[in-house]
Nanobody
Framework: QVQLVESGGGLVQTGDSLRLSCATS????????MAWFRQAPGKVREFVAR????????VYADSVKGRFTISRDNAKNTVDLQMNSLKPEDTALYYC?????????????????WGRGTQVTVSS
């Protein structure tokens, strides 16, 4: 199994950038398809981005396409989310997730391992 720890969240203003990082331990991250999800207060957990084991295929939620970039470094066992042009509606707790499946899953039920999240707050 794998353990996930997110970092890099914070309080920023509209238009700013943040880079989230997911550090993994245990089994190599190269064994997992990886994703970022987010959850705002009172809302369901929402898919943000997904990257396959090799990093060759990526999918984004429409709401972040063109602004966010997911990447992975299997040698360092990390998965990052670069977030640019942040908006108040991006405010949420951001989670890193790992899946045994290498298909481009966007539903949270397809992920077996989760971090505890890192808070991102974007002020207007």
């Amino acid at each position: 199994q794998v353990q996930l720890v997110e970092s890099g969240g914070g309080l920023v203003q509209t238009g700013d950038s943040l880079r989230l990082s997911c550090a993994t331990s245990g089994r190599s991250v190269s064994s997992y398809g990886m994703a970022w999800f987010r959850q705002a207060p009172g809302k369901v957990r929402e898919f943000v981005a997904r990257i396959r084991r090799s990093g060759t295929m990526i999918v984004y939620a429409d709401s972040v396409k063109g602004r966010f970039t997911i990447s992975r470094d299997n040698a360092k066992n990390t998965v990052d989310l670069q977030m640019n042009s942040l908006k108040p509606e991006d405010t949420a707790l951001y989670y890193c997730a790992a899946s045994y499946s290498d298909t481009l899953l966007i539903g949270p039920s397809g992920y077996q391992y989760w971090g505890r999240g890192t808070q991102v707050t974007v002020s207007s």
